[in-house]
């Protein structure tokens, strides 16, 4: 089955700088790439995800990029923020199939 | 707008007791999962259904029950609690698991099992 993994496990940032998390894949059929921001006694929620014919997409500070050879993709969050501080988890899916695969998580830190 | 509803919110149980945790969304979506979360293992697909009276297993599913009477429903039960069941367990739905559309998740049950 998929096996996502997902660096670093925790992160911690100045506001203002940037942060990046990676996740690797092994399933090469994979197409759907989420990412969940979980916030402290909350379910994850959505926010961006990119599909297999696009190799970048952007939504205000949050970015997400796919290298489909390598099977990796990366989230990237510029101008970090307090509020950006929580959870986050990449996923990995195939079109075909139900289960969505999810890396284990980056606990990230945004100080003042 | 409720969205994903999980009860309870807590729970504590004595191995070898029976549970059963409820899931209800009222999105009229068609699929249904468990996830449970445990520290350094991220969220792990326990069972999922495609629709009223389908379900199938994800990566662990020893342990646990579902069935899936309603679209707006699906309880997740043990049968058996074991202290290896004790974790955070997260129900999710879409409109259609087979695309590639957005997870809606509860809020998690928390459940410790001594």
């Known amino acids: 089955g998929e096996n996502v993994e997902q660096h670093p496990s925790t992160l911690s940032v100045q506001e203002g700088d940037s942060a990046v998390i990676k996740c690797t894949y092994s399933?090469?059929?994979?197409?759907?790439f989420p990412w969940y921001k979980q916030e402290l006694g909350k379910g994850p929620q959505l926010i961006i995800d990119?599909?297999?014919?696009?190799g970048e997409k952007k939504d205000q500070r949050i970015a997400v990029t796919l290298n489909k050879t390598a099977k990796h993709f990366s989230l990237h969050i510029t101008e970090t923020q307090p509020e950006d501080s929580a959870v986050y988890f990449c996923?990995?899916?195939?079109?075909?199939?139900?289960?969505?695969?999810f890396g284990k998580g980056t606990s990230l830190l945004v100080t003042p | 707008n409720a969205g994903v509803t999980q009860t309870p919110k807590f729970q504590v149980l004595k191995t070898g007791q029976s549970m059963t945790l409820q899931c209800a969304q009222d999105?009229?979506?068609?699929?249904m999962s468990w996830y449970r979360q445990d520290p350094g293992m991220g969220l792990r697909l326990i069972h999922y259904?495609?629709?009223?009276?389908?379900?199938d297993q994800g990566e662990v599913p020893n342990g646990y029950n579902v069935s899936r009477s309603t679209t707006e429903d699906f309880p997740l039960r043990l049968l058996s609690a074991a202290p290896s069941q004790t974790s955070v367990y997260f129900c999710?739905?879409?409109?259609?698991?087979?695309?590639?559309?957005?997870?809606?998740f509860g809020e998690g049950s928390r459940l410790t099992v001594l």
């Open positions: 999710a739905s879409s409109f259609s698991g087979g695309d590639t559309g957005e997870l809606f």
């Open positions: 399933d090469s059929a994979s197409n759907y």
């Open positions: 990119i599909r297999s014919n696009v």
């Open positions: 996923a990995a899916k195939r079109n075909s199939g139900y289960a969505l695969n």
């Open positions: 999105m009229n979506h068609e699929y």
């Open positions: 259904s495609v629709g009223a009276g389908i379900t």
